[in-house]
Nanobody, 124 residues
């Protein structure tokens, strides 16, 4: 079992930055790939970013490339999502997830554990 807790969300203005954290406990976090997903009101959950178990490989959805950066500190059992140049379109609940697959995973059904989510609201 892996328990995930997100933090760092909040209300910001267009152009601001936020860093989300995903703190993990339980079984060895360093063997799991990490993904970030988001769900805006009235929309389906969508993939945002994914990071391999080592952090060496990553993938991003097109709309956040160049603005968002996923990283992890396996010694601290924590993953991060640095979000820059935020816009109203980034407003959503953000979730982190862990996949036993280990490598970069973009499909939500391949993730085994999920956090409770953290709200990010960007005002224009």
């Amino acid at each position: 079992q892996v328990q995930l807790v997100e933090s760092g969300g909040g209300l910001v203005q267009t152009g601001d930055s936020l860093r989300l954290s995903c703190s993990a406990s339980g079984r060895s976090f360093s063997t799991y790939a990490v993904g970030w997903f988001r769900q805006a009101p009235g929309k389906e959950r969508e993939f945002v970013a994914a990071l391999s178990y080592s952090g060496s490989f990553s993938r991003y959805t097109d709309s956040v490339k160049g603005r968002f950066t996923a990283s992890r500190d396996n010694a601290e059992n924590t993953a991060y999502l640095q979000m820059n140049s935020l816009s109203a379109e980034d407003t959503a609940v953000y979730y982190c997830a862990a996949s036993g697959v280990g490598y970069v995973v973009i499909n939500d059904y391949e993730y085994d554990y999920w956090g409770q989510g953290t709200q990010v609201t960007v005002s224009s």
